[in-house]
């Protein structure tokens, strides 16, 4: 059961309304984490722009797949259910990249390198090496690309920590982070 109480659409302070009317269009339906968000204006205007703005790197399905990794790590289960259905039914990835993303891996080479990159990212709290940051230039990324990379798992980690807070009701085909991949 959540811990904090997630307004219905109607519920929603006016300050949000345009963000969720947005999503809403997008998706086909609001789902709890961004209504749990709208709580406060100024959070849900924040993240919808870091978000927006993040949207237009890498590629979507690099992007899910960090989501995934992030999630794993943080034992988000509502993200983990979020961006497993999100990894199969819009970035089109596979059951096994799935699986493979809440490892921190990829089948894709030059994934790989980004997904292990963000969950170590995650893992050490930024504290990565030398070697690492080599890695992922040696892998083709720019440094605008670590910045960006760095910027997915803190968007990430931000969900994650808020539902696990509040402890959101998932509203997507469940899954576990215990469930280990």
């Known amino acids: 059961m959540s811990r904090m109480n ?6 929603v302070p006016e300050g949000s309304r345009g963000v969720l009317d947005a999503i809403g269009k997008t998706l086909g339906a609001v789902p709890n984490l961004f209504r749990l968000i709208a709580i406060s204006p100024a959070a849900l205007a924040g993240f919808a722009a870091l978000n927006g703005a993040l949207g237009k790197t890498l590629d979507t399905k690099t992007r899910e797949r960090i989501a995934l990794a992030v999630a794993q790590v943080n034992g988000c289960d509502y993200c983990l259910s979020a961006h497993t259905y999100l990894g199969l039914n819009l970035a089109k990835l596979s059951a096994e990249e799935i699986e493979l993303a809440r490892k921190g891996a990829s089948r894709d080479v030059k994934a790989d390198v980004a997904v292990r990159f963000a969950a ?6 930024g504290h990565v090496s030398d070697a690492d940051i080599t890695a992922v230039r040696r892998a083709g990324f720019s440094e605008a690309h670590i910045v960006e990379i760095v910027a997915l798992v803190a968007e990430n980690t931000f969900t994650n ?6 402890r959101t009701e998932i509203d997507f085909p469940v899954v576990r982070a215990a469930e280990a991949a």
């Open 120 to 125: 170590r990212v995650a893992r050490e709290r």
């Open 6 to 11: 997630v307004p219905t659409l109607d519920a």
């Open 161 to 166: 920590y808020l539902n696990e807070v509040a």
